[in-house]
């Protein structure tokens, strides 16, 4: 199904299925642990090994030699592969550092060889007797360092640079100015299910049980990393304990997991330690940010520039923080300019919302800073400067934008009336009060998506999909929409995901699988349809499916019944035209926070949070919800507390694991709350949705730094927001 004009009244607007807060179909199995995860697996997988991977000792410079001898003689040990004896391989499209490292090494912990053994215990043990002669170049670890010599390199989706009209002079000639550059750190996705995976090999052909996001990309950079067709090989990943765009690439759990296995002609089971999921995989990586906002006295911004300096391997792809700011607000006279420097940290790749969650981070300060300037209410400022049209192009409208609704009808559930705006003059007991604002954005991105939907003599509807659940309810928004679309109880559809012999889907990541997958689901349902509606020898049109029945005029007929002993099956999927081209297609949300400082110790708590998201159909509230949340808790750690601490000197992230990278618990988080606004985009696809689970990080943290400010008059731009960088200039508290 090609997706080429606007969306007009379909199965899915019913509402019967989609659109209810229905329970995740994969709940139980969660809940009672019959949910296999990529370490899990047994079926098919007889006698397995046991791999450990040997990481590098140094960011940069070369392996001068290994001695294995003692590892060989080691109990239980099968194999130990290395780039000197795995065969030639290649590289993925996708990795920027070869995921078998030697006898060049290109960061910390890169992968330099697996021991396998017959158990996890023995390969353990027989790494440790591994010798490596290393010969340690110098190397660049320093963002701040290095900055000046960056290069440009384009942003995902668009260039380095971007100019509308003159900044230059706009800037030096607007009444009231702002220039002021903020920092982010390094960050981990530090999900809670490590990468993982187990190999199989029969004969030339290898399955993969790994946990990965993005089944098709896996298997085209398997195969092209081994050199064999990509028919050969079958990637199985049904389950993900979350992933947050580190698992969107193949990593080397599954590479050396696969080499092992063809080493000794076993089934081998790989999971990286804690600390290589840190510095041998991916993160975010670090920022820095110089924004100016020139504006009139009415407030209209005349000139706004941003400028993002971040680091990556040679190769690599930059943040890309300036993504937003080329969208969000209105102004003649605009420039943005991304660099990218070369360090030998580990790699640094998409992590949830990449680009405009850091992006935001430092420009919705700005914004404050800039209203306060003009003695606006942030909110005001925001909403003089909203724009209908893209500020680059604007002969492009936006397909919907409700940024301006999201901040006046948070505005007024949080009491932002009620707020001082003048810093430091609330106080409850101990704690000094203040409340902040960010605007929140991220683009609707499309891609297509492909699935199979069979009907069986039960009236059963089975979906197959390799689309993948991190954790995000894509069983269960699939199985609503098969549901709505055949007529049948959300209990009579069987999902089944993760499996590369399954259709091409969409993939989980960028806030992009919820509404594509769903409608490629919903375009092999048409197929159904139209398939069941010639059996019975209705007219497709006029047919319709409710209740698990066919229907025209005065004759019904089961659902089961055009099935038959055979069944149906379907396949088709969902492919765009250029409708994102003309019309920008984004979604938008507002973030209120209230957080509370010691006024002795400028200890910060978080005392109240909400969003209010406008983001397409919501297919399922419950879940969508859950994704939201679970997103601005992230962004209470971006605020506060997450930061993987560089070593300059040897080149890797110190606080590499759950104890030292610091992440919110339970008592860290209050009670959240959000308010989806009531809005399909038919431009969109067949489902009129977009995507959530982005949007709730994206402001988040400059919400929480801008209610600090509120609190304490002190303003941080360099994160995390730590009581060190607010103690010594906290107000007098006599």
Same mark, same amino acid.
């Given at each position: 199904?090609?997706?080429?004009?606007?969306?007009?009244?379909?199965?899915?607007?019913?509402?019967? %299925?989609? =659109?209810? #807060? /229905? &329970?995740?179909?994969? !709940?139980?199995?969660?809940? +009672?642990?019959? @949910?296999?995860y990529?370490?899990?697996?047994?079926?098919?997988?007889?006698?397995?090994?046991?791999?450990?991977?040997?990481?590098?000792?140094?960011?940069?410079?070369?392996?001068?030699?290994?001695?294995?001898?003692?590892?060989?003689?080691?109990?239980?040990?099968?194999?130990?592969?290395?780039?000197?004896n795995?065969?030639?391989?290649?590289?993925?499209?996708?990795?920027?550092?070869?995921?078998?490292?030697?006898?060049?090494?290109?960061?910390?912990?890169?992968?330099?060889?697996?021991?396998?053994?017959?158990?996890?215990?023995?390969?353990?043990?027989?790494?440790?007797?591994?010798?490596v002669?290393?010969?340690?170049?110098?190397?660049?670890?320093?963002?701040a360092?290095?900055?000046?010599?960056?290069?440009?390199?384009? %942003?995902? =989706?668009? #260039? /380095? &640079?971007?100019a509308? !009209?003159?900044?230059?002079? +706009?800037f030096? @000639?607007?009444?009231?100015?702002?220039?002021?550059?903020?920092?982010?750190?390094d960050?981990?996705?530090?999900?809670?299910?490590?990468?993982?995976s187990?190999?199989?090999?029969?004969?030339?052909?290898?399955?993969?049980?790994?946990?990965?996001?993005?089944?098709?990309?896996?298997v085209?950079?398997?195969?092209?990393?081994?050199d064999?067709?990509?028919?050969?090989?079958?990637?199985?990943?049904?389950?993900?304990?979350?992933?947050?765009?580190?698992?969107?690439?193949?990593r080397?759990?599954?590479?050396l997991?696969?080499?092992g296995?063809?080493?000794?002609?076993?089934?081998?089971k790989?999971a990286?330690?804690?600390?290589?999921?840190?510095?041998?995989?991916?993160?975010?990586?670090?920022?820095?940010?110089?924004?100016?906002?020139?504006?009139?006295?009415d407030?209209?911004?005349?000139?706004?520039?941003?400028?993002?300096w971040?680091?990556?391997?040679?190769?690599?792809?930059?943040e890309?923080?300036?993504?937003?700011?080329?969208?969000?607000?209105?102004?003649a006279?605009?420039?943005?300019?991304?660099?990218?420097?070369?360090?030998?940290?580990?790699?640094?790749?998409?992590?949830?919302?990449p680009?405009e969650?850091?992006?935001?981070?430092?420009l919705?300060?700005?914004?404050?800073?800039?209203?306060?300037?003009?003695?606006?209410?942030?909110?005001?400022?925001?909403?003089i400067?909203?724009?209908?049209?893209?500020?680059?192009?604007?002969?492009?409208?936006?397909?919907?934008?409700?940024?301006?609704?999201c901040?006046?009808?948070?505005?007024?559930?949080?009491?932002?009336?009620?707020r001082?705006?003048?810093?430091?003059?609330?106080?409850?007991g101990?704690?000094m009060?203040?409340?902040?604002?960010?605007?929140?954005?991220?683009?609707?991105l499309?891609?297509?998506?492909?699935?199979?939907?069979?009907?069986?003599?039960?009236?059963?509807?089975?979906v197959?999909?390799?689309m993948?659940?991190?954790?995000?309810?894509?069983?269960?928004?699939?199985g609503?929409?098969?549901?709505?679309?055949m007529?049948?109880?959300?209990?009579?559809?069987?999902?089944?995901?993760?499996?590369?012999?399954?259709?091409?889907?969409s993939?989980?990541?960028?806030?992009?699988?919820?509404?594509?997958?769903?409608?490629?689901?919903?375009a092999?349902?048409?197929?159904?349809?139209?398939?069941?509606?010639?059996?019975?020898?209705?007219?497709?049109?006029?047919?319709?499916?409710?209740?698990?029945?066919?229907?025209?005029?005065?004759?019904?007929?089961?659902?089961?019944?055009?099935?038959?002993?055979?069944?149906?099956?379907?396949?088709?999927?969902?492919?765009?035209?250029?409708?994102?081209?003309?019309?920008?297609?984004?979604?938008?949300?507002?973030?209120?926070?209230?957080?509370?400082?010691?006024?002795?110790?400028?200890?910060?708590?978080?005392?109240?949070?909400?969003?209010?998201c406008?983001?397409?159909?919501?297919?399922?509230?419950?879940?969508?919800?859950?994704?939201?949340?679970?997103a601005?808790?992230?962004?209470?750690?971006?605020?506060?507390?997450?930061?993987?601490?560089?070593?300059?000197?040897?080149?890797?992230?110190?606080?590499?694991?759950?104890?030292?990278?610091?992440?919110?618990?339970?008592?860290?988080?209050?009670?959240?709350?959000?308010?989806?606004?009531?809005?399909?985009?038919?431009?969109s696809?067949?489902?009129?949705?977009?995507?959530?689970?982005?949007?709730?990080?994206?402001?988040?943290?400059?919400?929480?730094?801008?209610?600090?400010?509120?609190?304490?008059?002190?303003?941080?731009?360099?994160?995390?927001?730590?009581?060190?960088?607010?103690?010594?200039?906290?107000?007098?508290?006599?």
């Open positions: 199904m090609r997706f080429e004009t606007p969306a007009t009244t379909n199965p899915i607007d019913q509402l019967k %299925v989609i =659109g209810k #807060p /229905a &329970d995740r179909i994969d !709940g139980p199995l969660k809940t +009672a642990g019959t @949910a296999r990529a370490y899990e697996h047994h079926e098919g997988v007889s006698n397995p090994a046991y791999g450990y991977v040997i990481g590098s000792a140094i960011a940069k410079g070369r392996i001068a030699g290994i001695d294995l001898t003692a590892a060989k003689s080691a109990p239980g040990v099968r194999a130990i592969v290395t780039a000197d795995a065969g030639k391989l290649g590289k993925g499209d996708r990795n920027t550092a070869k995921l078998l490292g030697g006898p060049d090494i290109e960061h910390y912990h890169q992968a330099i060889a697996l021991v396998v053994a017959d158990t996890f215990e023995q390969a353990r043990a027989a790494a440790e007797l591994v010798r002669d290393y010969v340690r170049t110098d190397g660049a670890f320093d963002l360092a290095v900055k000046d010599i960056a290069k440009p390199r384009p %942003v995902f =989706g668009g #260039p /380095a &640079d971007t509308v !009209g003159n900044f230059a002079d +706009a030096a @000639a607007a009444p009231v100015q702002l220039d002021a550059t903020y920092t982010t750190p960050q981990a996705h530090a999900m809670m299910e490590p990468h993982a187990i190999a199989a090999w029969n004969g030339d052909k290898l399955t993969l049980w790994t946990s990965n996001q993005m089944i098709a990309w896996g085209g950079e398997v195969a092209k990393t081994l064999i067709p990509k028919e050969n090989v079958r990637l199985i990943s049904p389950f993900i304990g979350g992933g947050f765009g580190s698992k969107l690439f193949v080397s759990d599954a590479l997991a696969a080499l296995a063809r080493a000794t002609g076993r089934p081998v790989v990286l330690p804690r600390p290589f999921v840190f510095n041998n995989t991916t993160h975010r990586p670090a920022t820095i940010q110089r924004i100016r906002i020139g504006a009139a006295r407030g209209k911004i005349s000139a706004i520039g941003h400028e993002e971040s680091g990556n391997l040679p190769g690599g792809r930059s890309g923080a300036v993504a937003q700011t080329r969208l969000l607000y209105a102004g006279n605009r420039m943005t300019a991304t660099r990218l420097a070369e360090l030998n940290l580990p790699e640094g790749n998409a992590m949830r919302a680009g969650a850091s992006g935001m981070m430092a919705e300060i700005a914004v404050d800073e800039i209203a306060e300037r003009l003695g606006i209410d942030p909110i005001e400022f925001r909403i400067n909203d724009t209908q049209v893209d500020p680059e192009k604007s002969e492009r409208p936006f397909s919907q934008r409700r940024l301006t609704e901040l006046r009808i948070g505005a007024e559930r949080f009491g932002w009336n009620k001082n705006p003048q810093p430091g003059r609330v106080r409850d101990r704690w009060v203040g409340i902040g604002t960010a605007a929140a954005f991220r683009n609707n499309l891609t297509k998506s492909a699935a199979r939907v069979r009907l069986d003599s039960n009236g059963t509807v089975t197959e999909t390799d993948t659940d991190i954790g995000t309810g894509s069983y269960t928004i699939i609503q929409t098969a549901a709505e679309m007529g049948v109880p959300l209990e009579k559809v069987v999902v089944r995901l993760g499996d590369s012999t399954f259709p091409v889907s993939g989980s990541g960028g806030q992009w699988g919820a509404n594509n997958s769903t409608a490629g689901v919903y092999a349902c048409v197929k159904l349809r139209e398939a069941v509606a010639q059996k019975l020898g209705f007219n497709s049109a006029e047919a319709e499916f409710a209740d698990g029945e066919v229907r025209a005029g005065n004759r019904a007929v089961p659902l089961a019944q055009a099935a038959g002993e055979g069944g149906l099956t379907a396949e088709d999927g969902i492919e765009y035209g250029d409708l994102d081209k003309k019309q920008q297609q984004s979604t938008f949300g507002a973030h209120f926070d209230e957080v509370g400082v010691d006024v002795a110790t400028a200890e910060i708590r978080v005392r109240r949070m909400l969003a209010v406008a983001a397409g159909r919501i297919l399922n509230p419950k879940t969508a919800r859950s994704q939201v949340i679970g601005m808790t992230m962004g209470v750690g971006a605020a506060l507390m997450e930061e993987l601490v560089v070593d300059k000197r040897a080149g890797f992230f110190v606080n590499h694991d759950l104890a030292g990278y610091e992440v919110p618990v339970h008592a860290d988080i209050p009670h959240q709350d959000m308010i989806f606004l009531d809005e399909t985009d038919p431009m696809s067949p489902m009129k949705a977009k995507g959530v689970a982005e949007l709730g990080i994206c402001g988040v943290a400059a919400a929480v730094a801008n209610a600090i400010y509120n609190a304490t008059g002190v303003r941080v731009r360099d994160y995390p927001i730590t009581l060190d960088k607010l103690l010594e200039r906290l107000p007098d508290v006599g």
